[in-house]
C-alpha cells in the first residue's frame, strides 16, 4: 500500500510539473532555455536532413536503358512544351501590364520573397510539416505562404520562433489552401490534405465543368496568399448528382520530400 | 562539481539521442521511419539501470521533441513520461524476470499506454479548437510504430544476450552488477 501511493504522488507529481512547464511555456519563461536548446538541435538536424536528401536522391533508379530513355524523351518533350507555355506567358504578361497602365490601375500590395533552407521536417504521426531556418526576425509571421521555383506553393507557416519556422504542407491534413481551376468557369474550391501524397480539392460547384489535367492556381481570395501560385493537376473527379459540389483529386506539383530550399512570401 | 559534471553528461547524451532520432525519422524509408528511437534507448535505459532518474530523462527529451511538433505543447510530453512512470511500475511489480520478451512486452505496453495517452490528448484538443485529424492515418503511423519499435527492442535484447557484454567488457559487467546481477536471457 506505501508502494501504491508513492506511486499515486509520483504520478500527481509528474502531472503538476508537466502543467507548470506547459504555463511556463505559454507564458515564455522558457523561451530562452528552448531557443538554446533549439540552436543546438537544430544544427544536428539540418546536418541529418541534408543527408536524408541525398540518400534518397540516390535511392532513384531506373529498371533498364529503355524506361530511362523513355524517361528522358518524356522530360524533352515536356521542355519544348514548357518553353513554348513560357514564352506565351511573357507575352500575356507584357500585354497585361500595359493594359494595367492604360487604365491606371494601382497595385494593392506586393510580396517579396525571402529564402529559406530546410532544415528538419515532421517527426510526428498526425503533420506532414518541415522546419525552416527562418523565423519572426526575419519578418516571417504565421501564415504566409511558402514557394519552390519563383511559383510553386508548397506550404503555409503554421508556427513562428525566432529564427525558426514550421511550415505546414498542403498535404497535411490540416492544410486549407483557396484555390482555383484553370478552366473556362474559373471554378472556385478550397484545396485540403490529409491523404497521402495527393491533395483534395472541395467545395467545387457541382454544375461547372472540370476536366482531368487542369491547373490548379491560389484564388487569391485569402489574405497574404496571392493569386496565381500554382498548386498542381487534377488527376481525377468526384461527383454524385445528389451532392451540391463536387470534389477532385489533385496531384501537387513538387514532391515536398525532397526539398531543399523554399522562399516565404511575406507582404512588403 | 561531480553534480555538474553528471548534468552536461545526462544533456549531452539527451541532446545526442534526440538528434539520433530525428536522423531516423529524416533517413530511413516508410514505414522505418515510425521506430521510436528516443524509446528504445529509454526502455533498455530503464532496463538495466532500473532507475527512476528515466522518467525525468523522459521528460526532458520530450520536452526537446515537443520544439519540433505541431500538436498542442504538452501533449507529447505528458503521455510520454505518464506511460514511463507506468512501464517503471510494470518493471519493477507485474515483470520479475529480465528476458528478451519481457522487455519487448515492456515495449509494448509502454508503447500503447503512451499513444493512447497521446491520442486522448489530441481527441481533447481538437474539441477545444476545432481541428480536424486524419484518424486512418493516424492508426496507420502508430501501428506500425508499435510493431517496428517492438521488433527492434527485441532484437537489441537477443543482441545484448548472444554479445554476453557481462564477459567480454568489465565496465558494461559492473553495471549489471549493479543492477543486481541480471542479464538477458532466453
Given at each position: 500500500?506505501?508502494?501504491?501511493r508513492?506511486q499515486l ?5 509528474v502531472?503538476v510539473?508537466?502543467?507548470l ?6 507564458i ?6 528552448e531557443r538554446?536548446?533549439?540552436s543546438?538541435t ?8 541534408t ?6 536522391d ?18 524533352k ?27 491606371g ?26 522546419v ?9 509571421a ?8 519563383d511559383?510553386?506553393i ?6 513562428v ?8 504542407l ?6 486549407r ?11 472556385l ?6 491523404y ?8 467545387i460547384?457541382?454544375n ?18 496571392p493569386?496565381?501560385l ?18 477532385a ?18 507582404t512588403? | 562539481?561531480?553534480?555538474?559534471l553528471?548534468?552536461v553528461?545526462?544533456?549531452t ?11 531516423a525519422r529524416?533517413?530511413?524509408?516508410a ?9 528504445i ?5 530503464l532496463?538495466i ?10 521528460f526532458?527529451?520530450?520536452?526537446l ?8 505543447y504538452?501533449?507529447v ?15 519493477i ?23 493512447s495517452?497521446?491520442t ?15 484518424w486512418r ?12 519499435t ?5 532484437g537489441?535484447?537477443?543482441l545484448l ?6 564477459a567480454?567488457?568489465p565496465?558494461?559487467g ?5 543492477s543486481r546481477g541480471?542479464?538477458?536471457r532466453y
Amino acid at each position: 500500500m506505501p508502494k501504491d501511493r508513492s506511486q499515486l504522488r509520483l504520478i500527481i507529481g509528474v502531472s503538476v510539473i508537466t502543467g507548470l512547464v506547459v504555463i511556463a511555456h505559454l507564458i515564455g519563461w522558457l523561451t530562452p532555455i528552448e531557443r538554446l536548446f533549439r540552436s543546438i538541435t537544430n544544427k544536428g538536424s539540418q546536418a541529418v536532413y541534408t543527408l536524408s536528401i541525398q540518400v534518397h536522391d540516390a535511392s532513384e533508379t531506373f529498371d533498364s536503358v529503355g524506361e530511362l530513355q523513355a524517361a528522358y524523351q518524356t522530360t524533352k518533350e515536356a521542355l519544348l512544351d514548357t518553353q513554348v507555355d513560357a514564352t506565351r506567358l511573357q507575352l500575356l504578361e507584357d500585354e497585361n501590364q500595359e493594359l494595367k497602365a492604360r487604365l491606371g490601375y494601382m497595385m494593392s500590395s506586393t510580396y517579396q520573397t525571402i529564402g529559406a533552407q530546410v532544415i528538419g521536417k515532421n517527426i510526428e504521426p498526425l503533420a506532414n510539416t518541415i522546419v525552416i531556418d527562418r523565423g519572426a526576425a526575419d519578418g516571417i509571421a504565421v501564415g504566409n505562404p511558402v514557394i519552390v521555383d519563383d511559383g510553386i506553393i508548397v506550404g503555409k507557416v503554421s508556427r513562428v520562433e525566432e529564427h525558426t519556422a514550421i511550415i505546414r504542407l498542403l498535404t497535411d491534413s490540416q492544410s486549407r489552401v483557396g484555390a482555383t481551376i484553370v478552366n473556362r468557369d474559373k471554378s472556385l474550391g478550397i484545396i485540403e490534405g490529409g491523404y497521402a501524397i495527393s491533395v483534395r480539392m472541395t467545395l467545387i460547384p457541382q454544375n461547372e465543368i472540370i476536366n482531368l489535367g487542369d491547373a490548379i492556381i491560389t484564388s487569391g481570395l485569402e489574405s497574404g496568399t496571392p493569386r496565381g501560385l500554382y498548386i498542381g493537376t487534377i488527376t481525377s473527379v468526384q461527383k454524385e448528382t445528389y451532392q451540391s459540389f463536387q470534389e477532385a483529386i489533385v496531384q501537387p506539383a513538387i514532391d515536398s520530400n525532397k526539398l531543399h530550399t523554399v522562399g516565404v512570401l511575406i507582404t512588403s | 562539481m561531480r553534480l555538474i559534471l553528471l548534468l552536461v553528461g545526462y544533456t549531452t547524451l539527451l541532446l545526442a539521442i534526440t538528434i539520433f532520432h530525428l536522423g531516423a525519422r529524416y533517413i530511413l524509408p516508410a514505414p522505418w521511419d515510425q521506430i521510436n528511437v528516443i524509446f528504445i534507448f529509454l526502455l533498455f535505459f530503464l532496463f538495466i539501470r532500473q532507475s527512476g532518474s528515466v522518467i525525468w530523462m523522459t521528460f526532458f527529451s520530450h520536452m526537446l521533441i515537443e520544439l519540433y511538433t505541431t500538436t498542442p505543447y504538452g501533449i507529447v510530453l505528458y503521455s510520454s513520461t505518464l506511460a514511463m512512470v507506468a512501464m517503471h511500475w510494470f518493471m519493477i511489480r507485474v515483470i520479475t524476470n529480465r528476458t528478451w520478451y519481457s522487455v519487448t512486452l515492456l515495449s509494448i505496453i509502454g508503447l500503447l499506454l503512451y499513444r493512447s495517452l497521446y491520442t486522448l490528448g489530441i481527441i481533447i484538443t481538437s474539441f477545444a479548437t476545432g481541428q480536424v485529424y486524419n484518424w486512418r492515418a493516424l492508426a496507420s503511423d502508430l501501428g506500425w510504430e508499435l510493431c517496428l519499435t517492438s521488433l527492434v527492442v527485441a532484437g537489441i535484447a537477443v543482441l545484448l544476450h548472444l554479445i554476453q557484454v557481462r564477459a567480454f567488457h568489465p565496465f558494461i559487467g559492473k553495471i549489471y552488477e549493479r543492477s543486481r546481477g541480471t542479464t538477458f536471457r532466453y
